[in-house]
């Protein structure tokens, strides 16, 4: 009932920056927080930074004064400006929107993206 398209990911160096992209589709009424996590070979799926439709923000401290999330309400978009990346920053990195309200029907859901590959080279 929901899609979470994600764009922008690739190859870079590091201290380059990429810009994440990603389009919430479907039966929507509402959605209370999008953001994104990232997964890396091996480790758990981790939380990248999150923007409640508030504007409230939250970033791991691992990301925190080099990415910068925000959010289109409106068009129920959601990015992520990646500066200074480093190797250790490489992951798929996955959309989520969470507490979303359908049009359809009762309740709160939970949505991720398929992932896009992010690889900074050293």
């Known amino acids: 009932q929901v899609q979470l398209v994600e764009s922008g990911g690739g190859l870079v160096q590091t201290g380059d920056s990429l810009r994440l992209s990603c389009a919430a589709s479907g039966r929507i009424f509402s959605i209370n927080a999008m953001g994104w996590y990232r997964q890396a070979p091996g480790k758990q799926r981790e939380l990248v930074a999150v923007?409640?439709?508030?504007?409230?923000?939250n970033y791991a401290d691992s990301v925190k004064g080099r990415f910068t999330i925000s959010r289109d309400n409106a068009k129920n978009t959601v990015s992520l400006q990646m500066n200074s990346l480093k190797p250790e920053d490489t992951a798929v990195y996955y959309c989520?929107?969470?507490?979303?309200?359908?049009?359809?029907?009762?309740?709160?859901?939970?949505?991720w993206g398929q992932g896009t590959q992010v690889t900074v080279s050293s």
């Open positions: 989520n929107a969470d507490r979303v309200k359908l049009t359809t029907s009762p309740g709160a859901y939970r949505y």
């Open positions: 923007i409640t439709s508030g504007g409230s923000t």
